[in-house]
């Protein structure tokens, strides 16, 4: 049995990380701490297990094998870092931390530990996303020449615990907005999905509605525009936005040689390949989670087996990485005017 311990008890934590514990034989939740002490006892009576005052204190717990760190976004390194010092395995939500030398220190915490590390990027699980991986490896578009992927929904404020007056809607606690919240999701997939990193990235962004409950406009960007050029040359687009007030959009696009490839674009197909205008083949693994329906990651399971069988994290934080130093360098692009910047210059 492994044992657990939540640290941060919010929105990630009640929707997909407690569920999918619950859910899987082989993990017990005994420890919670939240920085709101009244939500962690509320969360720690609920299902069983202590409540602690500090994460300090939970991870001093011999007791606790492994913990999920679902706190705001500037906390993941120094809580991931100190948790794998005191021999705990960590599940750390997304995006992994907020500067480069965070996010290697972390992978660097890993190694040197031996513990496992495993970042949140659960769109790698999505069925049709693994789907269109092994279709894009054998050819099913022909060679990949450019793709436009994106994410929009609501915003953050509309799915934090603490809603408008959130740390996602405040920089110096999130360090991006929609960029890294949604962004770093499809950033990441474009490396997963073309097995390769980015070498140069550019951004736009901006923050063109989101406003805080006083009229003034929020201090990280509502929408990104960016641009991504991978090793093998594909290059592509991605929009980040927190101001789509429609229907969530979660949707890739990939155009090849031979075809295009629509990954959750069709409402009745997850995957749609058109080779001409007339060819249609359709694939219907799963609908798309979105915030208003959330379906099983199966990331919980993924974590839980591999300390169980102490293989390598399926999402380990090297596998992250390149993702991250794209999101640090459209962060820098933005800052700079919008203009390409080498991943080799971060
Ligand atoms: N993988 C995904 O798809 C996904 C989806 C949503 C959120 N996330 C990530 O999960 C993390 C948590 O987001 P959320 O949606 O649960 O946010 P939330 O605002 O709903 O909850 C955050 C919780 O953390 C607590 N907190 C704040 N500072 C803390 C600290 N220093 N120590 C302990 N607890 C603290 C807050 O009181 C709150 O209960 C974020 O990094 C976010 O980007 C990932």
């Not at 959009?249 to 001409?276: C, F, Q, W």
């Not at 999101?327 to 910047?341: D, H, P, R, T, Y």
């Amino acid at each position: 049995m492994v044992k657990i311990g939540i640290i941060g008890c919010g929105k990630i934590a009640q929707v997909r990380h407690i569920p999918e514990y619950l859910d899987n034989k082989s993990a017990q939740l005994i420890g919670f701490f939240d920085v709101n002490q009244e939500r962690a006892a509320d969360i720690a009576s609920q299902y069983g297990g202590r409540a602690y005052k500090s994460y300090q204190a939970l991870l001093a717990d011999p007791s606790i094998d492994a913990v999920s760190v679902l706190t705001p976004n500037f906390t993941h390194a120094e809580i991931a870092i100190a948790a794998l010092r005191a021999g705990k395995h960590v599940l750390c939500e997304k995006p992994m931390a907020t500067t480069l030398a965070d996010c290697e220190a972390m992978a660097a915490a890993a190694r040197e530990t031996g513990r496992k590390l495993m970042i949140g990027q659960n769109q790698r699980l999505a069925a049709a996303h693994q789907k269109a991986r092994e279709l894009l490896q054998a050819g099913a578009i022909g060679e990949v020449i450019t793709f436009q992927t994106g994410f929009s929904h609501s915003g953050a404020d509309q799915w934090s615990i603490d809603g408008r007056s959130s740390w996602f809607m405040d920089r110096s606690r999130s360090c991006f907005g929609a960029m890294a919240d949604l962004g770093v999701h499809k950033t990441d997939l474009m490396v997963y999905l073309l097995g390769s990193p980015i070498v140069q990235a550019s951004a736009v962004i901006g923050t063109l509605q989101k406003k805080y409950p006083d009229g003034t406009p929020i201090t990280v960007d509502d929408n990104a525009f960016c641009t991504f050029v991978m090793r093998n040359g594909v290059t592509g687009t991605m929009h980040a936005s927190w101001t789509n007030y429609g229907r969530e959009d979660n949707a890739t696009s990939l155009y090849g040689t031979t075809g295009a490839m629509h990954i959750y674009k069709d409402p009745a197909h997850a995957i749609v390949i058109e080779r001409g205008g007339t060819e249609r083949t359709c694939f219907d693994t799963d609908a798309i989670q979105t915030n208003d329906s959330q379906t099983k990651s199966g990331i919980i399971d993924l974590f839980i087996d591999c300390i169980l069988r102490d293989t390598a994290p399926v999402i380990s934080a090297e596998d992250v990485l390149p993702a991250m130093r794209a999101i640090f360098a459209c962060a820098k692009s933005a800052e700079q005017g919008g203009g390409l910047v080498d991943i080799g210059s971060l």
